[in-house]
Nanobody, 115 residues
Framework: VQLQASGGGLVQAGGSLRLSCEASRMILARYAVAWYRQAPGKERELVASITSTRTTNYAASVKDRFTISRDNAQNAVYLQMNSLEPEDTAVYSC??????????WGQGTQVTVSS
C-alpha cells in the first residue's frame, strides 16, 4: 500500500497549485482522505478532508481558497489551492483512513509561496 503526494513547488503569492495524492495497491475510494501541512517550527495542522461519500471539511484559514476533490477512476484525491499566501508555505502530506484501523500516510510535498 502506498500513497504518493505530488504537485508542490514554488509559486508567487496569489498563484495556484494543485496537489495530488495517488494510491497504489489500495482502493482509495473506500477511504476518507485528508491533507495536512506542517510549516517550520509549527505543529502539523489539518487543511482539508473528504469522506468516501464526498463530504468535505476545511480549516478556516483555507476555506474559500482551497478545494479538495477525489477522482475514484484515477484512485486519487486532489487539493486545488488558489490565492496562495506566504503563510501557506509548508510541507503538505496526505492521509487515508476510515477503513477499520487502517491509517496510511503519503510522503510530503513542499509548497513555497513567495511574497
Amino acid at each position: 500500500v502506498q500513497l504518493q503526494a505530488s504537485g508542490g513547488g514554488l509559486v508567487q503569492a496569489g498563484g495556484s497549485l494543485r496537489l495530488s495524492c495517488e494510491a497504489s495497491r489500495m482502493i482509495l475510494a473506500r477511504y476518507a482522505v485528508a491533507w495536512y501541512r506542517q510549516a517550520p517550527g509549527k505543529e502539523r495542522e489539518l487543511v482539508a478532508s473528504i469522506t468516501s461519500t464526498r463530504t468535505t471539511n476545511y480549516a478556516a484559514s483555507v476555506k474559500d481558497r482551497f478545494t479538495i476533490s477525489r477522482d475514484n477512476a484515477q484512485n486519487a484525491v486532489y487539493l486545488q489551492m488558489n490565492s496562495l499566501e506566504p503563510e501557506d508555505t509548508a510541507v503538505y502530506s496526505c492521509r487515508a483512513y476510515g477503513v477499520g484501523h487502517n491509517n496510511y500516510w503519503g510522503q510530503g510535498t513542499q509548497v513555497t509561496v513567495s511574497s
